[in-house]
């Protein structure tokens, strides 16, 4: 199988030349078999977790020496399932997005090949393959952001993201270079076989942290993710989301899971912290945003703080032994992951579908979509009540899962953990509660109340095939919100793999209930939660119109009495944040209000002006970039001197290293 | 018997619920209004309003959606639905299982999701201002929901509602100082998410403070009806909850007959009764609070959750 998926690696990466020969031509079939790739590609993945067999290949490419190591066990099939299917939404609702763009070939040519380098990362079993296609997976992203380069916010968002990537790529390299040893084992089954010391277990930690958080967009090194991620084309946009994210995780889950071997407990102890603070600052960052993109952006970072919390809570685990406990963290961040995918990339395709139909990305310009786009918003109700982690959909069943996993945190030795994890406990409810808020305001504002723009006011359905891959998508949610117990099961082979322990057979459990940990403790069942939902407001409704009333009449709104016909008097994006940014921005995003009244008689208007900032900019990006600057001005000097001055220098240098290498030997 | 007699529960349990939440609602207004030294409406007033406006025809805005339509079945199902899992005259339901503490509190914020986005739907300054303070408060509260359920299992060891009452009944117990904070907590938790005195007025019409009010002001007729029900039941639902939890005494378990059954629909309605003469008390005493000064409302659940959970860290006594 895992010649299969090599195979499709190389011909996805094949696609992109082809599709450059092509231009804009075949644009449709290309998109269409790329589509048809990746949904090949999520069947192969779920077969190898069915047997949950490992396989290895050698490929004589690469390093001389070292040759290519290919190799598909659980996690990696897991990640490539997970590709699968965001890359074949995303593939075929590029159909239709790019149908009447401008230029086909600043997307065609790259989309096909990101998927098969992000394909090559999760195969990858040798430091050398991995960073190569890591590397190729970034730069191809970042074509990708810069699709519309000549707006100036795709170009300082592709700045950035280079910037950033760039570093992530260098404290990879740092990381597997400590991993790999002064041996230089750079197999995965060499740097496995290496013992090591504490302070080297917590070198690469923190590099990992830097190198994949960066990528996953954990904070404070989230900056670039709101900008990168809305500047793409809306299906490159749900790729980079729902799945590029993913493949940091993997990263990250490759290296400190599976290749570091044990990790001593206070590596939970800085992973969960900074997991939950990134959740929250993530979604508090969603609720005053006002672009619907990067309000989607926003809330990717706010998932990953989610899974990163759990992934700290299985670290935990697994220090002390708890073996079940850890399986249930791991899998709740796993399920996590997978349900992630799915509705980000829902609500991305969605957002397109309105940016397409509408012509802007502003919440305050939009409404009343409900009516002119009704599949559309149907769909787009689903993810948001999925991505508000509300029963009975799959955000609610992996976020439940992750509070049972800290409801277990008692059982834990030590004293700062217990302290720790009931109050990281605390912050993820914060954060889901405050993604409630956020979606509310985001599906309320966008889609319902009335338009707020001519062009909202004229938008059309959008295209075929998006809806299609957003039915797709959709059916994903309600299934792994309905059945969460079956999706728990495909993925126990992970679990199994890298901690040697699973959360109890789910299916075997009457009614599919979900049962962590025993029966007496907590169930949690969605798909009976659904069926008396659907049966009391079928029943209500029914009842109420055959017993009561069924008139209906149709009259302009009330309003209190007093209605106002400008669209402007509803309650706008900014106005829906007002009473969270005020409560928690204040502190947390230095969210200030200003107004400019002017003096009696002057018929100049009065202007409202509101301030929000991400806290990671002025506390972390501008102190750095300064420096940056200071140090670069400081150089500049040397760029001016004259040839005597020039040649004194090198001499002087040349003296300092030689008296420096005297004294040394 | 085995099967039949959780199934009567159940189904019995839900035809409670139903019935019984708008007399609650009732007796709450009159006890207040006797308090202030009016005579009142009877106690089966809201009853009466719920059946006159089942009977009128529904006026629904130009501008509303099938959402507007739809929301109100599905605010009362799921609410509906939440009620019947929570124990009140016996533990043994049938479908008690289907959901823990996290659930049902969850589920109530599903209902809370169509309440807000229904505010939004017809696209007035009213509704979206309703909405947008409902959520606000919601974001504080169900932290410190979650921080309460995280302290009552750690005395239970779960968070199954049936678990923690058979627990909490039993002798192991006893007065806890973590307790008496969970239980302050989820009387803050529960004023507020029933738009009670401090935080919103439920008598309030036509006032710029209002936040429940505000989002269901363009209902008319039997969609009315139905949010009105679905807000008595979750007060209901609450007032059950804190007596489960806090006085479990009374409630019928598994294999008791049909005594006990009564008896414990005796005990219930006896505590429903005195949770509804404190509620009135308290908001005849206190007065409303601004917006802003509700988030240190909340805060101070939030803090007595936290509180009472790190305090049975320190000792499983306390």
Redesign the interface.
């Known amino acids: 199988m895992l010649e299969a998926a090599t195979l499709l690696a190389g011909a996805l990466i094949a696609l992109g030349p082809i599709a450059l020969l092509f231009g804009g031509r075949a644009q449709t079939a290309l998109y269409a078999l790329t589509a048809l790739l990746a949904a090949g590609l999520a069947g192969l993945a779920l077969a190898a977790l069915a047997t949950a067999a490992t396989a290895r290949l050698t490929l004589p490419i690469g390093l001389p020496w070292l040759g290519a190591h290919l190799r598909l066990d659980p996690l990696s099939a897991f990640f490539a399932l997970l590709l699968g299917l965001g890359g074949c939404a995303a593939s075929l609702s590029a159909i239709g997005y790019f149908r009447h763009s401008p230029e086909p070939r600043r997307t065609l040519p790259f989309l096909p090949a990101f998927l098969g380098a992000m394909l090559a990362v999760i195969l990858a079993d040798d430091a050398f393959s991995f960073l190569m296609s890591w590397e190729i997976m970034s730069l191809l992203s970042w074509a990708l952001v810069l699709a519309d380069h000549r707006a100036e916010a795709a170009r300082r968002a592709g700045f950035v993201y280079l910037t950033m990537a760039a570093f992530g790529t260098l404290a990879l390299l740092l990381a597997f270079g400590l991993l790999a040893g002064p041996q230089g084992a750079y197999t995965f089954d060499a740097i496995r076989a290496t013992p090591r010391g504490p302070l080297s277990v917590a070198l690469v930690l923190a590099l990992m942290l830097l190198g994949a958080g960066s990528k996953a967009g954990l904070a404070p090194l989230h900056v670039w993710l709101p900008m990168a991620h809305p500047a793409a084309p809306s299906p490159v946009s749900a790729l980079m989301s729902g799945v590029m994210t993913k493949v940091a995780l993997y990263a990250f889950l490759r290296v400190v899971f599976d290749l570091l071997g044990p990790t001593p407990w206070w590596t939970a102890a800085a992973l969960i912290p900074l997991g939950a603070g990134t959740a929250v600052l993530g979604i508090l960052l969603a609720t005053v945003e006002t672009d619907i993109k990067r309000l989607l952006a926003c809330s990717t970072i706010e998932n990953i703080g989610v899974i990163f919390a759990a992934l700290g809570l299985a670290l935990a685990f697994r220090a002390d032994a708890m073996p079940a406990a850890a399986a249930l963290a791991l899998s709740a961040a796993l399920f996590h992951a997978f349900n992630h995918m799915a509705m980000k990339s829902l609500l991305f395709l969605g957002a397109g579908a309105t940016v397409g139909a509408t012509g802007t990305r502003a919440l305050d310009r939009l ?2 979509l ?2 002119r786009m009704p599949v559309t918003a149907a769909l787009m ?1 689903v993810g948001a ?1 999925a991505i ?5 959909l799959n955000g ?1 069943a992996s976020e ?1 899962l992750v ?2 996993a ?2 277990l945190s ?1 059982a834990l030795p030590q ?1 700062s953990l ?2 720790l994890v ?2 990281a ?3 993820l ?2 954060a ?3 993604a ?2 956020a979606f ?2 985001l ?3 966008a889609f ?3 338009p707020r723009s001519p062009e909202a006011a004229a938008a059309r359905e959008a295209d075929r095939p998006t809806l299609v891959a957003m039915s797709l998508l959709a059916a994903l949610c309600i299934a792994a919100g309905l059945l969460p117990g079956l999706f728990l099961d495909t993925l126990a082979p992970v679990a199994r793999q890298l901690l040697q322990a699973r959360l109890p057979a789910q299916a075997a459990q009457p009614w599919l ?1 979900l049962t962590p940990v025993a ?7 969605g798909l ?2 659904a069926l ?7 029943l ?2 029914v009842a ?1 119109h055959r ?3 069924r ?10 009495g007093f ?2 016909d400008l ?1 402007n ?4 994006a900014g ?6 940014r ?3 921005g204040t502190t947390l995003l230095s969210a200030r209000e200003t107004v400019a009244m002017p003096p009696p008689g002057d018929l100049s208007p009065a202007r409202h002006t509101v301030q929000a900032s991400d806290p990671a900019w002025a506390a972390l990006y501008a102190p750095l970039a300064g420096a940056v600057e200071a140090a670069s001005r400081k150089a500049n000097r040397f760029q001016f001197l004259t040839i005597r001055r020039y040649l004194s220098l090198v001499f002087a240098l040349l003296v300092l290293l030689l008296l420096g290498l005297a004294l040394w030997s | 018997m085995q099967l039949i007699l959780p199934m009567l529960v159940q189904g019995a349990q839900m035809a409670l619920v139903v019935l019984l939440a708008p007399l609650l609602t009732g007796l709450v207004r009159k006890l207040k209004a006797r308090l202030t030294r009016r005579r009142g409406a009877p106690v089966t007033q809201p009853w009466r309003d719920i059946l006159k406006l ?10 509303a ?3 507007y339509r739809a929301a109100p ?2 605010i ?3 609410t ?2 939440a009620a ?1 899992l929570v124990p009140t005259f016996a533990t043994h339901l049938q ?1 008690s ?4 503490l ?2 049902i509190v ?2 109530l ?2 209902a ?2 169509f309440l ?2 229904a ?11 309703g ?3 409902e ?2 408060f ?6 410190a ?3 309460i359920t ?1 302290a009552l ?2 005395i239970a ?4 509602l049936s ?1 923690i009452a058979a627990v909490m009944a039993g002798p192991a117990v006893g007065l806890r100082v973590s307790l008496g904070m969970a239980l302050v907590a989820l009387i803050i938790v529960a004023l507020a998410e029933n738009g009670r005195i401090p935080v919103d007025n439920p008598a309030t019409h ?1 006032e710029l403070t209002m936040v429940h009010e505000a989002m269901v ?2 209902y008319s ?2 969609h009315l ?2 949010i009105e029900l679905a807000a008595s039941l979750k007060l209901l639902l609450y007032l059950s909850l804190i007596a489960c939890v806090f006085v479990p005494w009374g409630l019928a378990a598994p294999g008791q007959g049909l005594a006990a059954h009564l008896a414990g629909l005796l005990a219930y309605l006896g505590k429903i009764a005195v949770g509804a003469v404190a509620l009135a008390l308290f908001e005849t005493a206190i007065a409303k609070m601004r ?2 000064r509700v ?1 240190d409302f909340l805060g101070i659940a ?1 803090m007595l ?2 509180l009472g ?2 305090l ?2 320190v000792s499983a006594r306390l």
């Open positions: 409404g009343g409900i009516h109700l009540l508000a982690a509300l029963p009975p609610f439940w509070f049972q800290v409801l008692p004293a217990q302290l009931p109050a406990g605390g912050l409810a914060l889901a509660a405050l409630a808020a509310v305001r599906y309320g504002v319902l109340g009335r209930t029966a007496a403790r907590s169930t949690y069942n009976l939660f008396f939902i659907a049966l009391s407001a079928g209500a409704a109420v017993l009561a009333s008139a209906l009449r149709r009259a302009p709104a009330w309003d209190c209605p106002q669209p008097s509803q309650y706008g106005s829906f944040a007002q009473p969270l005020r409560v928690l | 089942l009977q009128k025809e529904a006026v629904v805005a130009d501008s959606s099938w959402l079945y599905l009362f199902a799921a509906w639905v019947a479908f299982w289907t959901a823990d996290i659930a969850a589920l914020g599903s809370r999701f807000a986005l505010g939004m739907d017809v696209g007035t300054a009213f509704g979206g201002l909405a947008s303070r959520m606000m919601a974001t504080l509260a169900e932290p929901m979650l921080l995280f299992a750690l060891g779960s968070t199954q678990t036509l002001l363009e007729g039997r009806a139905m917006v802003f988030p939030l959750g936290l959970t790190l049975l860290f």
